[in-house]
């Protein structure tokens, strides 16, 4: 099986998998969540091909990608990094409506604080950026 290789990212020395696991579609969007035991085979799967940076959110279903992920990297969860996104404030979401949300009353307010990632990104708003490299 070939080995998904690695790469720097940034400048402190962190290496990661030149190609990343988005968690999104485990648990929400693209339809209904699927089988916890798929997701955690293809968790492990992916691990086992050498891909080590995973990304989750607090809108990936409120708290239930994180607690998946928690579950199938629960004895190897020194084998990847994992990036987490907040600030998405899903009070009003079952009306269609969401806002971002980065104010320090939000952010102390809400559970951000219980995923022990060192990667956590604020969600943000709809913000023009040159882009940095091919897409």
Known sequence: MAKVEKMKLGSQGLEVSRQGLGCMG???????????????????????????FLDTSDMYGRFTNEILLGKALKDIRNKVELATKFGADLAKFGDGKMSIRGDPAFVRDSDYNYIRSPYQFQHTSCIRLPQEGPV
């Open 26 to 52: 485990m648990s929400a969007a693209y339809g209904p969540p699927k089988p916890e035991s798929d997701m955690i085979d293809l968790i492990h799967h992916a691990i086992d091909t050498g891909i080590t």
